[in-house]
T-cell receptor, first 110, second 113 residues
Framework: GQQLNQSPQSMFIQEGEDVSMNCTSSSIFNTWLWYKQDPGEGPVLLIALYKAGELTSNGRLTAQFGITRKDSFLNISASIPSDVGIYFCAPPNAGNMLTFGGGTRLMVKP | GAGVSQSPRYKVAKRGQDVALRCDPISGHVSLFWYQQALGQGPEFLTYFQNEAQLDKSGLPSDRFFAERPEGSVSTLKIQRTQQEDSAVYLC???????????FGNGTRLTVT
């Protein structure tokens, strides 16, 4: 089956620092989605990428759809305490079924 | 507007009991998905409905798991004879159409003792 590897699995950062995380796959995808999950809540869509090579921003978040279509990157600039949570890459298969990576747990030191 | 609503938020069941988890999708949303999220892991697909039709149930772990959406809106995920390995958060998500972004509920945390 498809495998999604997210890196890093977890990270502590100082408030104000930039954060980078990535997701790689053994399969090609036509869409890449990034979700964030806060404790006790469901995942919330942050950014959607629809074209290989595409770079998309949403506030302090920037995501890129890799040229090979097998990877994607998410960057958060100037992190703040509310950025704490788990970030998932979740490219959809045919039929809109999402496959989630294992997540990157972000912890910010105040 | 209301989002995806799931109930109960928490459910504790003794091993062997049957449980029913409810999902109220966003009004008018055609597609509905159930996911299972074990502690410390990403959500995993269970089953998918388009209106009342269950189009994919390949992710259901065993025949103890059953899902329905009889009128194309509210959905129920039923787990019979619960086992400890069924302990997880069960997430429901809905979307407007094929390939539209999904909106997730806050999940039901099931603990089987």
């Amino acid at each position: 089956g498809q495998q999604l590897n997210q890196s890093p699995q977890s990270m502590f950062i100082q408030e104000g620092e930039d954060v980078s995380m990535n997701c790689t796959s053994s399969s090609i995808f036509n869409t890449w989605l990034w979700y964030k999950q806060d404790p006790g809540e469901g995942p919330v869509l942050l950014i959607a990428l629809y074209k290989a090579g595409e770079l998309t921003s949403n506030g302090r978040l920037t995501a890129q759809f890799g040229i090979t279509r097998k990877d994607s990157f998410l960057n958060i600039s100037a992190s703040i305490p509310s950025d704490v949570g788990i970030y998932f890459c979740a490219p959809p298969n045919a039929g809109n079924m999402l496959t989630f990576g294992g997540g990157t747990r972000l912890m910010v030191k105040p | 507007g209301a989002g995806v609503s799931q109930s109960p938020r928490y459910k504790v069941a003794k091993r062997g009991q049957d449980v029913a988890l409810r999902c109220d999708p966003i009004s008018g949303h055609v597609s509905l998905f159930w996911y299972q999220q074990a502690l410390g892991q990403g959500p995993e697909f269970l089953t998918y409905f388009q209106n009342e039709a269950q189009l994919d149930k390949s992710g259901l772990p065993s025949d103890r798991f059953f899902a329905e959406r009889p009128e194309g809106s509210v959905s129920t995920l039923k787990i019979q004879r619960t086992q400890q390995e069924d302990s997880a958060v069960y997430l429901c998500a809905s979307g407007t159409a094929y390939n539209s972004p999904l909106h997730f509920g806050n999940g039901t945390r099931l603990t089987v003792t």
